[in-house]
């Protein structure tokens, strides 16, 4: 079975500087998709990033990107220019070309210092 | 509607009454699935709906979890008898089939559920 780990339940920052996320995963599966979910104190989670795993770029949106190491089977996240918007619980997680569910890590609460 | 919906926001409820929970996924969304985030163990897949086709239970914990949908959009999880051991956050998830965006399941804000 697949998992996913996150090896730290809290990080903090403050504004404007630029903070790592860790997540490293295990899988015998070649054909897969990574996704970063952020959820604030209202519970709602959001999409943050998405990475397909036959891709080599490493995907960015804005302020967030990835590095991707599919043969160390890591995923981190960097936020670039933090703000106070992005405190929040970040979810690593996982899911097979061929499946449903997502898997996903324990989390890293993220604070965001002014 | 814009985005995955949940009702009740809260639900609190005495050791063994049933509780019902709803989701209303985003139109057009065919796939749709129930994940339980509680303190002990994280984020768990419990159940996926995908159109007509039978529904994927593997993540049910117990045979007291039931879910169901209804006209492939809205759909219900029915916790019978419960227990201390099922208060959690019950989030409900959908995802479209086929475009761009297949891959990306889009998540309501849950509803927190707690057994006195």
């Known amino acids: 079975a697949q998992t996913v780990t996150q090896s730290q339940p809290e990080m903090s920052v403050q504004e404007a500087e630029t903070v790592t996320l860790s997540c490293t995963y295990d899988?015998?599966?070649?054909?897969?998709?990574l996704f970063w979910y952020k959820q604030p104190p209202s519970r709602q989670m959001i999409l943050v990033i998405r990475?397909?795993?036959?891709?080599?770029q490493n995907a960015t949106e804005n302020r967030f990107s990835v590095n991707f190491q599919k043969a160390a089977k890591s995923f981190s996240l960097k936020i670039s220019d933090s703000q106070l918007g992005d405190a929040a619980m970040y979810f690593c997680?996982?899911?097979?070309?061929?499946?449903?569910?997502?898997?996903f890590g324990q989390g890293t609460r993220l604070t965001i210092n002014p | 509607g814009a985005g995955v919906s949940q009702s009740p926001s809260n639900k609190v409820t005495e050791k063994g009454k049933d509780v019902e929970l709803r989701c209303d996924p985003i139109?057009?969304?065919?796939?749709l699935y129930w994940y339980r985030q509680s303190l002990g163990q994280g984020l768990e897949f419990l159940i996926y709906?995908?159109?007509?086709?039978?529904?994927?239970k593997s993540g049910l914990p117990s045979d007291r979890f039931s879910a169901e949908r209804t006209g492939g959009s809205v759909s219900t999880l029915t916790i019978q008898r419960t227990q201390q051991e099922d208060s959690a956050v019950y989030l409900c998830?959908?995802?479209?089939?086929?475009?761009?965006?297949?891959?990306?399941?889009?998540f309501g804000p849950g509803t927190r559920l707690t057994v006195l």
């Open positions: 990475q397909e795993a036959y891709k080599q």
């Open positions: 899988t015998s599966e070649s054909d897969y998709y």
């Open positions: 709906f995908q159109g007509n086709s039978a529904p994927d």
């Open positions: 139109s057009g969304h065919t796939a």
């Open positions: 998830a959908s995802r479209v089939n086929g475009g761009p965006k297949e891959d990306t399941q889009y």
């Open positions: 997680a996982y899911r097979n070309r061929g499946a449903q569910k997502l898997v």
